[in-house]
C-alpha cells in the first residue's frame, strides 16, 4: 500500500507562477504545510542536461504591480539586479504616424515596469522556497490522478521518471487544497473534465534577444503591423543597454520560413519590419517560436481545487500581461484563504474558493479583454481600422484620463489584490 503524506495546500506546477504562489502562500501565514509538485529538478542549472521550460532564455515584463508584491515578499532586491527599468512604453501602427507614449512621470512612478529574464526570475524564487520551513518541494514528481475526497482532494504522486501506471513507486498525497497550475496544456486539468473555451489566433511568437548598436534608453516598443503585433523590450539592467527581448507575432504559414532564416537575413526582414527606432540591429540570440491562441478553463474552482496561470487563462503576449495577471490571481488566492483561515473556514471550501474568483473577476476579463481586443483589431490590415487606430492614439493624447485609466490597468494597479 502507497504511503500517505498531507498537506494544506498542495501545488501542482512549480514554474513562475506556482513558484510565486508557493511564496505568497508561505507568507501568508506559516502555519500551512505548502507541497509543490514540479515534474522537473529543484534548480535551473542543478545539471548540464537540466531543463526548466518556464525559466528559458525568455524574459519577462514585470509590471509596476507585481513588483510591490514582490516587493512585499521580500524578492525585489534580488530580483532587480538584473531587472531593466522601463522608463517609455511607445506603441505605434507600422505605415502611420500616429502612435502613443507613456512615460513614467506622467504617472509618477520610478518605472512602469522592469523586464527580468526568466532564468533569474526561477533562480531568485526557487532559492527562496528552499528556504522555507512550511513547504515540501517534490521534484522530479508528477501527479498522475486527483481525486476528490471528502474534505480535500487525494494525489496520486510518482517520483522521477517514472510513468509506471501500476502505483508502483507512488506516493498518496492527500491536501485540504490542490492547486493546478501546471501549464496551457494541463493534462491534469484535462482529466478532470475542465473545459477550455479556445480561441485560435493563426498567428505564432518568434521570440529572440536582439543586440542593438544605440541604447535602448529604457523604452519598450509595442509595433503593430499588418502582420501581426511585435514587442521590443529593453534589457542590460540600465538606460544604457544595447539588447532588447523581442516578441515577433507571425501568421503560422510564415513562421517556419522566418525561423529558417540565417542570422544575417533575420536581422533583415526584422529591421524592414519594425523600423530604426533602436538604431541598427545588430545580432540575434538563440531563437524560438509557439503558436498563440487565447485560452480560458470554463471553471477556476472547484471543491477543494483551483487553476491557476496559463492552465486558467492563456493569453497572447501582446501587453506582456500574462504573467502579471496570474500573479494577482496568486496575491488574491493568497488574501482570500487568509482571511479564511481567521474565520476558521476550511481552505477548500467551495464558497471560499469562489469568492476569490469573484475578487477577481472583473481583474481577469478587463485584461483578457484588453489583450484579445487589441491582438485582433491591430491585426486588420484595411483602411478603416487603420483610420479608426490612429484616432484611438490621438485619443490617448488628447484625453489624458483615458491614458491613464489604459497606464494604470498594464500596470497592473487596478484590483490589486496585497496579502496582509
Not at 500517505?4 to 502562500?25: C, K, N, Q, R
Not at 512621470?105 to 520551513?133: C, F, K, R
Not at 541598427?280 to 471543491?303: F, H, M, N
Not at 481552505?347 to 476579463?365: P, T
Request: hydrophobic residues 45%; contains cysteine.
Amino acid at each position: 500500500m502507497s504511503p500517505t503524506i498531507d498537506s494544506d495546500i498542495a501545488i501542482i506546477g512549480g514554474g513562475m507562477v506556482g513558484a510565486a504562489l508557493a511564496a505568497l502562500l508561505a507568507k501568508a501565514d506559516p502555519r500551512w504545510r505548502i507541497a509543490v509538485i514540479e515534474a522537473f529538478p529543484l534548480l535551473p542549472d542543478q545539471s548540464p542536461t537540466s531543463y526548466r521550460p518556464s525559466f528559458d532564455d525568455r524574459s519577462t515584463a514585470i509590471a509596476h504591480g507585481s513588483v510591490l508584491l514582490l516587493q512585499q515578499l521580500g524578492l525585489w532586491d534580488s530580483l532587480r539586479q538584473y531587472a531593466t527599468p522601463i522608463e517609455q512604453v511607445h506603441v505605434s501602427d507600422r505605415g502611420h504616424l500616429n502612435g502613443a507614449l507613456i512615460d513614467r512621470h506622467q504617472v509618477g512612478v520610478d518605472a512602469l515596469g522592469y523586464v527580468i529574464p526568466n532564468a533569474w526570475i526561477g533562480q531568485v524564487l526557487l532559492a527562496h522556497l528552499q528556504g522555507l520551513d512550511n513547504l515540501d518541494w517534490l521534484a522530479p514528481a508528477r501527479v498522475s490522478r486527483l481525486k476528490p475526497v471528502a474534505g480535500g482532494a487525494e494525489l496520486t504522486v510518482v517520483s522521477g521518471n517514472s510513468s509506471a501506471s501500476d502505483g508502483a513507486g507512488s506516493v498518496v498525497h492527500r491536501t485540504s487544497l490542490a492547486v493546478i497550475a501546471d501549464g496551457a496544456q494541463s493534462s491534469l486539468r484535462d482529466s478532470l473534465g475542465i473545459d477550455v473555451a479556445v480561441q485560435a489566433y493563426g498567428q505564432s511568437a518568434v521570440i529572440t534577444n536582439v543586440n542593438l548598436d544605440e541604447p535602448h534608453q529604457g523604452i519598450a516598443y509595442e509595433r503593430f503591423t499588418d502582420l501581426g503585433p511585435m514587442a521590443m523590450l529593453p534589457l542590460g539592467g540600465s538606460q544604457a543597454g544595447r539588447q532588447a527581448a523581442l516578441v515577433w507575432t507571425l501568421p503560422e504559414s510564415e513562421v517556419d520560413a522566418v525561423m529558417a532564416l540565417s542570422d544575417e537575413a533575420f536581422l533583415q526582414r526584422l529591421q524592414l519590419r519594425f523600423g530604426f527606432r533602436l538604431g541598427r540591429l545588430t545580432g540575434i540570440g538563440k531563437r524560438d517560436s509557439y503558436p498563440l491562441s487565447l485560452a480560458v478553463a470554463k471553471e477556476q474552482v472547484r471543491s477543494s481545487l483551483v487553476v491557476m496561470g496559463n492552465a486558467a487563462h492563456f493569453l497572447h503576449p501582446v501587453a506582456g500581461q500574462g504573467f502579471n495577471l496570474a500573479l494577482r490571481d496568486c496575491a488574491a488566492l493568497a488574501a482570500t484563504l487568509q482571511q479564511a483561515a481567521r474565520e476558521q473556514q476550511p481552505l477548500g471550501k467551495l464558497s471560499v474558493l469562489q469568492q476569490y474568483l469573484q475578487v477577481q473577476a472583473q481583474d481577469q476579463q478587463l485584461t483578457i479583454g484588453i489583450s484579445d481586443q487589441l491582438t485582433k483589431w491591430f491585426s486588420h490590415p484595411g483602411l478603416p481600422q487603420a483610420a479608426l487606430r490612429a484616432l484611438g492614439f490621438i485619443g490617448l493624447e488628447c484625453v489624458p484620463p483615458a491614458k491613464q485609466w489604459l497606464s494604470q490597468q498594464t500596470m497592473g494597479n487596478i484590483s490589486r489584490q496585497v496579502v496582509l
